[in-house]
């Protein structure tokens, strides 16, 4: 039937619409939930503290090499790019401002997404595939409150703490690519950058937008893993979902973030 | 993995991740000379104030003593009304000089202060009536071109 046919693309995009927000609204009520069982999550410290130390402690390697090396590189490409228009002892500021305000936060973010907000969703959902989350319903356990609740606070107190450490990382790799390679005056290096860059607004932004971030990835994690279809399958598109959709949210989140604090400097 | 263990893993990377912070707050951005230092505030109006931002420097024969508070244009005179906020350390002289200079070709744009030699200093809130707009470019090399087409035209 020709009606029909005109008709199916159409009904189509409205079923992925529907879907779409019906996920939406889930997410967000899952939110709430999480952030409900969140004193369990303060109660039931020794669980929080064993997921800080899976998320944050088990991400540190990658999070402070990764950091010298965007930090070095920063100091390479930035010297060439600065030497151009004779500016090159303002590498200081060029690395880290970028640091601080972008790359640490986002690049720390994108790195957490993949290393630890994978692990979240597979761990949660092998768990569901496995009927662990259902026995513990059984047994007059809230999985939200004794799996979900630590999870997502381990991710969101992690997240600031590894982007913190990813900028000075990076501003360590810039000073040993600039000052000891280069051979830039190390008081030059040190004093603009000191010079450029106020703990209020450019560090306060920073942190904040890692906070945001942590937050993001960690609900993200722990949703997808929750929502997973389960069987090994469901588990495997679920686990890519998070990297996928944290990474996406990162990025969007961070512009957005950027738009308020830049009018917030009177831009 | 032991209880123990963790414990003391997640106390190294909370302590060192803190410390992180605080290195950023002291060594990479300026705290130290930034909020803690109490201020006063001084008016200061000029004809024209070119690239001034606000938070830019206020210096004193190059020392940094204030920043730059606000910027507003005086609806009656048409003049740029800026507010300085100098550290209570420094005190300005009532006939001080306030100038908007930039620093180098292409540097940052400040404003400089020239103490006179009055005996009365600058309360806080007080304005300081002697100032020096800044130089634009565009008129200085506009004033000039007309000052070579006049004198070329006078031969």
């Known amino acids: ?37 969140s004193p369990e999550a303060v109660r039931r410290m020794r669980l929080t503290l064993r997921e800080i130390y899976f998320s944050g402690v088990l991400s540190l390697v990658i999070i402070l090499v990764s950091g010298m090396f965007v930090g070095m590189v920063l100091g390479l490409q930035g010297y060439d790019s ?19 305000r972008e790359l640490g936060p986002v690049v720390a973010g994108l790195l957490f997404a993949s290393r630890a907000g994978s692990a979240i969703t597979a761990e949660i959902g092998l768990m569901k595939t496995t009927e662990q989350l259902a026995a513990m319903e059984m047994m007059a356990v809230d999985p939200l409150a004794r799996i979900v609740a630590p999870r997502f606070w381990g ?27 280069i051979g830039l005056d190390a008081g030059t290096f040190w004093g603009n950058m000191r010079a450029g ?22 609900l993200i994690a722990v949703f997808e893993g929750y929502d997973a279809k389960p069987t090994a399958e469901g588990v495997s598109a679920a686990t890519t979902r998070t990297v996928v959709g944290a990474s996406l949210a990162i990025l969007a989140l961070d512009f957005i973030l950027t738009v308020f604090m830049f009018r917030g400097l009177g831009i | 993995m032991n209880r123990s263990t963790i414990d003391l893993w997640v106390g190294i990377f909370v302590t060192i991740g803190f410390g992180a912070i605080v290195l950023l ?6 705290l130290t000379s930034l909020s803690s230092t109490p201020s006063y505030r001084l008016e200061a109006r000029f004809d024209n104030i070119g690239g001034l931002k606000l938070r830019a420097p206020v210096k004193a024969a190059g020392v940094v003593v204030g ?16 507010t300085l906020s100098v550290d209570n ?61 006049a004198s070329g035209g006078g031969k």
């Not at chain 1, 693309?9 to 952030?35: D, E, H, K, Q, S």
């Not at chain 1, 600065?82 to 601080?100: E, H, M, P, R, T």
């Not at chain 1, 991710?155 to 040993?176: D, E, H, N, R, T």
């Not at chain 2, 634009?136 to 087409?149: C, N, P, Y």
């Open chain 2, 89 to 149: 350390g420094y005190h300005f002289t009532k006939d001080t000089i306030a100038s908007i200079l930039t620093s180098g070709l292409l540097g940052e744009v400040y404003i400089g202060l020239d103490a006179g030699g009055d005996t009365q200093m600058l309360a806080d809130g007080a304005e300081i009536t002697k100032t020096q707009s800044a130089v634009v470019l565009e008129k200085l090399i506009g004033q000039f071109l007309f000052d070579k087409a």
């Open chain 1, 197 to 218: 860059i106020d703990f209020w607004p450019d560090v306060t932004n920073g942190i904040i937008k890692s906070a945001v971030f942590g937050v993001a990835v960690s």
């Open chain 1, 82 to 100: 600065l030497n151009k228009y004779g500016a090159g002892d303002s590498l200081g500021i060029f690395v880290g401002l970028s640091l601080v």
């Open chain 1, 155 to 181: 991710g969101v107190v992690s997240m600031p703490l590894l982007a913190a450490l990813f900028s000075i990382m990076g501003v360590f790799g810039a000073y040993v690519v600039g000052v000891r390679l």
């Open chain 1, 1 to 37: 039937m020709p009606a029909d046919a005109l008709t199916h693309g159409l009904r189509r995009i409205g079923l992925g619409t529907l879907t779409a927000i019906a996920r939406m609204g889930y997410a967000a009520r899952f939110f709430v939930a999480v952030i409900m069982h």
């Open chain 2, 67 to 82: 920043r730059v508070d606000r910027i507003k244009l005086d609806p009656k005179t048409y003049q740029a009304a800026v």
């Open chain 2, 25 to 30: 707050a002291l060594k990479v951005g300026n």
